[in-house]
DNA sequence: AAAGACACCTGTCCGC
DNA sequence: TGCGGACAGGTGTCTT
């Protein structure tokens, strides 16, 4: 479910009720995530939540014990909620907060995960080979280039890659590419520079516009407060089963390494 | 090193 | 209605 801006959507989301809060109770339904949840995890029951960041798709919780390091996985959402209010369906972890209030994880098909850090989280296995922020200075035309000369496969698988630039699933690929007017099979060391520069100016556009607009809402993905995000009439091509907006020719579909590509070949080379 | 297939899990939708 | 199959926002791991 959540790529960037979803995350991006749920830590701000989450930041005032949790500042400050300590973690009066830690309930555990499901401990079998992608990874089982750290007995550790426990060890921070009366911590102190210090600060919520993200890196990536990470949701990076700080408290005065350890960190919490979250991933949403395809399907993973947070709530807050009344500590006494009864539990969604698929909550698998209930932080109940000194205030009454309380943080739910929910995650129907439990590809998420809740890790444990007592040091850096960013020098955690999992996130130090990470590649750039997309919205970073880092993350720019030069460092696309020298990515993509080593990439013989498709431009969107590249982009798609975490270990390139962070953040972009399906959704964001798709759209980007579509803005780009770049061809989601176009092999990656064929595009040239001006083409790769609009394509960063796309990514940078469209996950901006996303996390204003509160992220994407297709199924299961809410706020932090159970709204939903309204990008997704924003989308042009991703699941538009109809016509290009651009062209008005009919939008593609085809698979492209186990994922759905839309796209439209009359508007995208 | 890069590329591709597969794994994890549950829910929903569509066609028969 | 019921059932089988395809599909869904991610990504680590294994094999080639």
């Excluded at 880092?138 to 969107?156: P, S, V």
């Excluded at 509160?214 to 109809?242: E, H, I, K, M, W």
């Amino acid at each position: 479910m959540p790529e960037l801006p979803e995350v991006e959507t749920t830590v701000r989301g989450l930041r005032p009720h949790c500042l400050d809060q300590r973690l009066a109770k830690i309930e555990i339904f499901q401990p079998r995530l992608r990874w089982p949840i750290p007995d550790a995890i426990r060890q921070l029951t009366d911590a102190r939540i210090e600060s919520i960041e993200r890196r990536a798709k990470y949701i990076l919780m700080q408290t005065s014990k350890g960190y919490m390091i979250w991933h949403l996985g395809m399907s993973g959402s947070m709530r807050i909620l009344d500590a006494a209010d009864p539990s969604p369906a698929h909550e698998h972890v209930k932080l109940h907060f000194s205030n009454g209030q309380s943080l739910r994880y929910i995650d129907p098909r439990r590809f998420g995960a809740l890790l444990f850090s007592d040091g850096d989280p960013l020098q955690h296995k999992l996130i130090a080979t990470l590649g750039p922020e997309p919205l970073s200075d880092d993350f720019n035309t030069d460092y696309l280039q020298q990515q993509c000369k080593k990439r013989a496969t498709a431009i969107k698988q590249v982009i798609m890659d975490a270990h390139c630039v962070v953040g972009i699933g399906n959704i964001y690929a798709c759209e980007s590419l579509f803005l780009s007017g770049i061809n989601p099979k176009t092999r990656a060391n064929r595009i040239r520079k001006v083409r790769l520069q609009r394509l960063v100016d796309s990514i940078k556009q469209v996950l901006a516009q996303a996390i204003l607009q509160g992220g994407t809402t297709l199924q299961d993905f809410t706020r932090t407060d159970g709204q939903p995000g309204y990008f997704a009439q924003s989308l042009n091509v991703y699941g538009n089963q109809g016509e290009c907006p651009n062209c008005a020719r009919p939008v593609k579909r085809f698979t492209q390494a186990q994922r759905s590509t839309y796209y439209c070949s009359r508007c995208q080379r």
